[in-house]
T-cell receptor, first 109, second 113 residues
């Protein structure tokens, strides 16, 4: 079974400060990764998809992938209170997606 | 804009009863998925389908059946609902498979009493 672990479980930042979320996985030689956001009581919204080592930016959201260290991160630049949500890391392997348990982000005004 | 809708949005069911959750997509996508999410956890795949009239087991299929009568519609069926099936259920679609972006519905909150 593929393992996807996220840290921290919860994170509180002030509005405008950088927020950094982490995801480690058990094996990722040919996998793709996505970061999703889930506001309370809502569905999932894809933020960034990353398919190769390095960096991928989508607006204020930047993902970094390092397959050698089995690690993918998400950095949120200038977070706003409306960014308060659960952030889920997902790994695609052999036409299946495996999700982490999420990081609860709270952005304080 | 991709659109995946689910019905009902919430449901209370009795143990042993039959529950049907419905999903409709207007994306013209081949793939559709059913996930469940338990409080404080990520999503787990129950069933998926890549073509009408065919379904495949996901990672946790026990206690669930799926039906794909058309490209647009995908149902999840709990023949004998149990307390352990209390969860939020999400439907999603993607164009070709999991390597493509999945678009999610708003979820159905199911409470089994």
């Amino acid at each position: 079974q593929q393992k996807v672990q996220q840290s921290p479980e919860s994170l509180t930042v002030s509005e405008g400060a950088m927020a950094s979320l982490n995801c480690t996985f058990s094996d990722g030689t040919s996998d793709n990764f996505r970061w999703y956001r889930q506001h309370s009581g809502k569905g999932l919204e894809v933020l960034v998809s990353i398919f190769s080592d390095g960096e991928k930016e989508e607006g204020r959201f930047t993902a970094h992938l390092n397959r050698a260290s089995l690690h993918v991160s998400l950095h949120i630049r200038e977070p706003q209170p409306s960014d308060s949500a659960v952030y889920l890391c997902a790994k695609n392997n052999n036409n299946r997606i495996f999700f982490g348990d999420g990081t609860q982000l709270v952005v304080k005004p | 804009e991709a659109a995946v809708t689910q019905s009902p949005r919430s449901k209370v069911a009795v143990t042993g009863g039959k529950v049907t959750l419905s999903c409709h997509q207007t994306n013209n996508h081949d793939y559709m998925y059913w996930y469940r999410q338990d409080t404080g956890h990520g999503l787990r795949l129950i069933h998926y389908s890549y073509v009408a009239d065919s379904t495949e087991k996901g990672d946790i299929p026990d206690g669930y059946k799926a039906s794909r009568p058309s490209q647009e519609n995908f149902s999840l069926i709990l023949e004998l609902a149990s307390l352990s099936q209390t969860a939020v259920y999400f439907c999603a679609s993607s164009e070709r498979g999991a390597q493509d972006t999945q678009y999610f519905g708003p979820g159905t909150r199911l409470l089994v009493l």
